[in-house]
């Protein structure tokens, strides 16, 4: 097991560095690639990560607290079990990566490409999704409560169950997703009305 601490790197490769187990702590990476690298059960506080590579890495069982992930990509990483607590996560690219079992607590991940991910039955309550592109994703009884879903993407997701009461949902296209069986309070009924081309008086 190895400690980082206030360290700061910029187009560093760390693809072949056995990361396993480390810790983090407030560090900064720019441009830095972590492209299929063994990062499982690695814990970051405080850091944060611009404009990163993580494509293809093993990120399962990791831990990540008040962390910042912008613009980075993950396609086809492993965030099995992997926790993210209050991380900013804005323009970040989940492509085929693999989020099954994971924990997001808190946090912003506006802007971020989330397209068919596997989202079901998680907790997803007050988290910032501003702008992301959820098309196709399964949430299916997710929670969603309370967040900020503003002009995000739902194109063929599957919301049955999911609970979306008190979350900001103004410029979603309701007709673009099967709405059946999802839960919305009064102000986000209004919003569907109108998707649907009702005059609200």
Same mark, same amino acid.
């Given at each position: 097991?190895?400690?980082?601490?206030?360290?700061?790197? =910029?187009?560093?490769?760390?693809?072949?560095?056995?990361?396993?187990?480390?810790?983090?702590?407030?560090?900064?990476?720019?441009?830095?690639?972590?492209?299929?690298?063994?990062?499982?059960?690695?814990?970051?506080?405080?850091?944060?990560?611009?404009?990163?590579?993580?494509?293809?890495?093993? /990120?399962?069982?990791?831990?990540?607290?008040?962390?910042?992930?912008?613009?980075?990509?993950?396609?086809?990483?492993?965030?099995?079990?992997?926790? %993210?607590?209050?991380?900013?996560?804005?323009?970040?690219?989940?492509?085929?990566?693999? !989020?099954?079992?994971?924990?997001?607590?808190?946090?912003?991940?506006?802007?971020?490409? !989330?397209?068919?991910?596997?989202?079901?039955?998680?907790?997803?309550?007050?988290?910032?999704?501003?702008?992301?592109? !959820?098309?196709?994703?399964?949430?299916?009884?997710?929670?969603?409560?309370?967040?900020? /879903?503003?002009?995000?993407?739902?194109?063929?997701?599957?919301?049955?169950?999911?609970?979306?009461?008190?979350?900001?949902?103004?410029?979603?296209?309701?007709?673009? %997703?099967?709405? =059946?069986?999802?839960?919305?309070?009064?102000?986000?009924?209004? !919003?569907?009305?109108?998707?649907?081309?009702?005059?609200?008086?």
């Amino acid at each position: 097991m190895f400690q980082y601490s206030n360290q700061e790197y =910029a187009d560093i490769g760390f693809g072949s560095q056995d990361l396993r187990y480390g810790e983090l702590v407030g560090c900064t990476f720019s441009r830095c690639s972590f492209a299929n690298g063994s990062l499982e059960e690695l814990t970051s506080v405080r850091c944060r990560f611009m404009d990163c590579d993580f494509r293809g890495a093993a /990120l399962n069982g990791s831990v990540h607290k008040e962390s910042a992930f912008e613009n980075c990509r993950f396609g086809g990483a492993n965030l099995f079990v992997s926790k %993210f607590d209050a991380c900013k996560m804005m323009g970040s690219d989940f492509s085929n990566a693999s !989020l099954d079992g994971i924990t997001i607590v808190q946090g912003d991940w506006s802007y971020t490409n !989330l397209r068919n991910a596997r989202l079901a039955k998680q907790d997803l309550r007050g988290i910032r999704f501003y702008e992301a592109d !959820l098309s196709g994703a399964d949430l299916e009884k997710a929670d969603l409560r309370d967040g900020d /879903l503003t002009m995000a993407l739902l194109a063929n997701a599957k919301v049955a169950g999911a609970d979306f009461r008190g979350a900001a949902m103004d410029g979603v296209n309701f007709m673009s %997703f099967p709405i =059946a069986g999802m839960k919305l309070d009064r102000e986000q009924a209004v !919003l569907l009305a109108r998707s649907f081309g009702a005059k609200i008086v």
